[in-house]
């Protein structure tokens, strides 16, 4: 295929790269990490001015029609920044699945609100003891008369208390999992903030006998695991954009920090070790950025993409801890300084590595993609 970026997506980076850079210098996002939501409202009503929760949503609810591959394009430009917003879980873990679902209720009621950015949307699927996203599903719904009733945990779930809706997977009696969609404001719901490595705020969900329509259900019919999995994939894809900026922030650092260190009379970039930690990054990020493209775009075609989505996300959790490692080797203790804003892309880069499916996890899917 070829990746070579159109004269609009070139447009469509430089724009989210200036934009990102204006309003969200790291200042700004240490001020956001250490408020009590871990959330700004004012950081997310400019990011949607711009019309990016719409990105890759239909015209039909005031969407663009475009494709993953362009909010990969701004995910990585985000990165750069460690911007701190709910866009990629919203649209991913959000918007979708209910596009996907055939639920024209939810689809009218939630749809055009997601895409303007007046509504927040999160996914709750991980639950207590262990366990990931693609882990057996324990919470359970019984049918009442004519209504559910919903009663379980789930934990690590992002933004769940700026979030307008929740998308909970559930085991409804004699119908088996589902998606269910509940407004966070619904009776019952119990939130509390978890402490998170990362940027983004994690948060414990309990579900006290909440009760619900089977409107709220994403589709009688529809195989909730293969949404789930296909909402995953996409979140997973545009998490590893996300990634890739924070790569190359990091890199940017380190040859910063190794043109400027002196040691032994003259900067530490000169020294071989130092330089090649360098390259190997440079060499790493490329590669990162190839494959997080590559399954992108392989999402906006028709058929599988589970080979392509599989294989970025087990390279690149590898291949970032490489980067980071290197970009620490290079500034020594400094980097570790709660000062320096190395450590905001690291926390963010391993949050990232620990989420939506282990290294393991994928190479076992590319290995049964490959027959194995």
Known sequence: MDLTLTDEQHMLA??????AEQVCPSDVVRQVEASDS??????WSKLCELGYPGLVLPEKYGGSGGTILDLAIV???LGRVAFPSPL???V?????PIMWSRNDWLADRYLSGLTKGELIATMALVEPGGGNEWSEIGAAGKR???NWRLSGNKILVPYAANADLILVAANLEGSGLSLIALERTTPGIKCERHRALGGDPLYSLSFDRVTFTPASVLGPDLDARAVLNRALDHAAVLQSAYAVGLSERALSLAVAH???????GRPIGSFQAVAHR?????????????????AAWRLDQPGSADLDVAAAKAYINDAVRRVFTNAHQVHGAIGYSTEYDLQLFTRRAKAFELSLGSTALHHERVAKELGL
């Open 258 to 264: 190794a043109s400027t260190r002196e040691q032994f």
């Open 75 to 77: 995910a990585e430009e």
């Open 92 to 96: 991913a873990l959000g918007a979708l």
């Open 278 to 294: 360098c390259s190997d990054m440079r060499i790493d990020i490329d590669a990162c950025r190839f494959l997080a493209l590559q």
């Open 14 to 19: 430089e724009s989210a790269r200036h934009f």
């Open 38 to 43: 871990g959330f700004s409202s004012q950081l």
């Open 88 to 90: 990629l879980t919203s």
């Open 144 to 146: 009442l008369t004519t």
